[in-house]
């Protein structure tokens, strides 16, 4: 049972290059969510997803597209990476069953990007 | 949207003595108050939480209160122990069927307890 499981952990980009962060959970969960985590700002949410097939936008979700691909997996991309999305990317998920109270939310090991 | 506060940035203290964390949330509809302890290189674990049903709640060193009239809820952890130092950070969420039910999370606070 590996929890939230984050590919790559670290990544170099160039100024306008593009990539694709690959997450994934073996818990059965409903809800996943992508935060980026900035020194002194703690963590902001760029999308989440309620259910398979569903994603709506969190704070900070200019310059980013997520999918869902399946219940287990989560991506996030950068279409055109700029040195303002340098940051440590985390995924978590929850169970989040509709009618159920919120529950706690797993995060996986973090991706470390760096775009120069 | 829902804003959370969260203070000191950093903490200092003696092996033994106590810490307390404070935060302050803004959606009254917030009814959901994780905790979680972030070590070097790790991800966020969540190490306690409290529903807006109860005043406060314990586990062992560690309880959070809950002060649903100020919008405010506090972590303290007592006789702080080496292997508490971390980033710490609060978190709110609003009801299941409300919309947005994401975490929405504080700043951060770095504790460092000296031994």
């Known amino acids: 049972n590996a929890g939230v499981t984050q590919t790559p952990k670290f990544q170099v980009l160039k100024t306008g290059q593009s990539m694709t962060l690959q997450c994934a959970q073996d818990m059965n969960h409903n809800s996943m969510y992508w935060y980026r985590q900035d020194p002194g700002m703690g963590l902001r949410l760029i999308y989440y997803s309620a259910s398979e097939g569903t994603t709506d936008k969190g704070e900070v979700p200019n310059g980013y597209n997520v999918s869902r691909l399946n219940k287990r997996e989560f991506s996030l991309r950068l279409e055109s990476a700029a040195p303002s999305q340098t940051s440590v990317y985390f995924c978590?998920?929850?169970?989040?069953?509709?009618?159920?109270?919120?529950?706690?939310?797993?995060f996986g090991q973090g991706t470390r990007l760096t775009v120069v | 949207g829902e804003n959370v506060e969260q203070h000191p940035s950093t903490l200092s203290v003696q092996e033994g003595d106590s810490a307390v964390i404070k935060c302050t949330y803004s959606?009254?509809?917030?009814?959901?108050f994780p905790w979680y302890k972030q070590e070097l290189g790790k991800g966020p674990q969540l190490i306690i939480d409290i529903r807006s049903n109860v005043g406060e709640k314990k586990d062992q060193r560690i309880a959070v209160t809950l002060n649903k009239t100020a919008k405010h809820f506090s972590l303290h952890i007592t006789e702080t122990q080496p292997e508490d130092s971390a980033v710490y950070f609060c978190?709110?969420?609003?009801?299941?069927?409300?919309?947005?039910?994401?975490?929405?999370f504080g700043s951060g606070t770095r504790l460092q307890v000296q031994p």
């Open positions: 978190a709110a969420s609003r009801p299941m069927d409300t919309g947005r039910r994401a975490l929405t």
């Open positions: 959606d009254s509809a917030s009814n959901y």
């Open positions: 978590a998920s929850s169970e989040d069953t509709q009618g159920f109270r919120n529950t706690e939310a797993f």
